[in-house]
């Protein structure tokens, strides 16, 4: 029996992809101020009620935000600092005294060092200034949050001691000795308070922009990945859920084979679950984790669903993904269990890559939508699944997501009879305009979701992508200015979304 639809996936809807991070602004990098508001206004102007983003953890390694050191914790980087400064903590002057900033991409190597230092003397702000009132709300959200800030406190706190990865700490800390933890807790207390204050601050924010998106009608679409980074709060916190040889180091990591994106597949490196022991709690960590980001967002993406099914299972000594196995996940009955717990589930499944029937099945006995992504739409026949006449209702549309090239940078990497091709499909006008053809041939289909990243919207070539998967330097750091927008990009979404029945309303 198929499970209940939510809501949200049960009407006509469109879109944009754009990370946090991507935004404009003074300080480096995208974040949770004023101009997250602005893209939140455009984006009603435009007719839009979703906002997909990247996944709101703290990033990892090579800026990653599918390699984070906590499943649970908002990344830091995405604090809002003018917010700090208009409650006091912070001094202005800290902020005029940044320096020069790219505004076309993020310099993560000068603006996250930077940020840290802005963080820190907030805090100190804080402890010198803040009043009785924001010293309890801020008590009252590490209370909440213990179940998990606890734990994340103390794993920043060590990293920053004893760098990565955790298994190679102290012993007393790497296998987390009652007493050694206890004698951390008290000796560096206010180290731990300035980890809990910056969660505290990003959760007020990100509560401040949701409040914001809700009062417009937009709703935020959030990102899970499967898999936990090994140098992690959630690995080592609990290193029995996870496949880990007697030395904290992964038995076998995660990654999927050789397919469009490499030819020798990607080696992620994520230690793969134990599901037998996750079974044996009825799966209350990622009961735990799901909960934590439906209160932050409205639907949620689960990365690479195929490996509920089954993963591709690499031994942690091999460079490349080629030598894995497929080993199994654990099916639907993951997902009936976090039914029982949270109810109907706002999922979208990321069912891209090498998919089989069963992963089909799991899918659709779920009630998930899955996605279809254009850019893989012409390489064959008029049966390719991918195609907009192919889709079925349950779907989400994308013109392409993080990980592809832009539209217009796929388009020009195509050789004559790949073009001819997507012209016999959208027709010989496209060649003019190949985003706005592909995006109004997905909002013409049946899929009732539809997301546009914003380089396509706006039309932008290779040089803006996000991600190339397999590379680990040049990634993430795209950021947009208000200036490649204008008026007309709006009023053609707008137009669009009143044609094809995807206003809200």
Known sequence: MTAPLHPLLSRRASGVLLHLTSLPGPHGSGDLGAQAGHFLDWLQSAGQTLWQVLPL???????????????????????????????????????????????????????????AAALRAAWQGFVARAGAPER????????????????????????ERHGEPWNRWPA??????????????RDAAAELDFWHFVQWRFHVQWQGLRAQAQARGIHFVGDVPIF??????????????????????????????????????????????????????????WAQRLAHLLTQVDLVRIDHFRGFESCWAIPAHAPTAEGGHWQAGPGRALFDALRERLGPLPVIAEDLGLIT?????????????????????????AANPYLPHNYEPLTVAYTGTHDNDTTVGWWQSMDAAQRRKVLDYLGPAAAQEIHWALIQSLSQSVARTLVVPLQDVLGLDGQHRMNTPGHTEGCWRWRFDWSQIGPEAGVRLAAMARAHGRCAG
């Not at 309890?136 to 990293?159: E, G, P, R, S, T």
């Not at 007393?172 to 807790?185: G, I, K, S």
């Open 57 to 115: 953890t703290p990033p990892g390694a090579g800026v990653s935000p599918y390699q984070s050191p906590s499943a649970f914790a908002g990344s830091p980087w995405l604090v809002d600092l003018d917010e700090l400064v208009r409650c006091g903590w912070l001094d202005a002057a800290v902020l005029q005294r940044a320096p020069p900033f790219p505004a076309g991409h993020c310099d993560f190597a000068r603006v996250l060092p930077w940020r």
């Open 136 to 159: 309890q709300a801020l008590a009252d959200f590490v209370q909440a949050q213990a179940h998990w800030l606890q734990d994340y406190a103390l794993f920043m706190l060590l990293h």
């Open 172 to 185: 007393p800390y790497a296998w987390r000795d009652a007493q050694a933890l206890a004698a951390l807790r």
């Open 228 to 285: 936990v980074a090994h140098h992690s709060a959630d690995v080592w916190a609990r290193p029995q859920l996870f496949q880990l040889d007697a030395d904290g180091a992964p038995l076998l990591v995660a990654g999927v084979p050789p397919d469009y994106f490499s030819a020798t597949g990607q080696r992620w490196g994520n230690p793969l679950y134990r599901w037998d022991a996750m079974a044996a709690d009825g799966y209350a960590w």
């Open 357 to 381: 029937e069963a992963v089909h099945r799991l899918r659709q006995d779920c009630g998930f939508p899955g996605m279809r992504v254009a850019q893989f739409a012409f390489g064959d026949t």
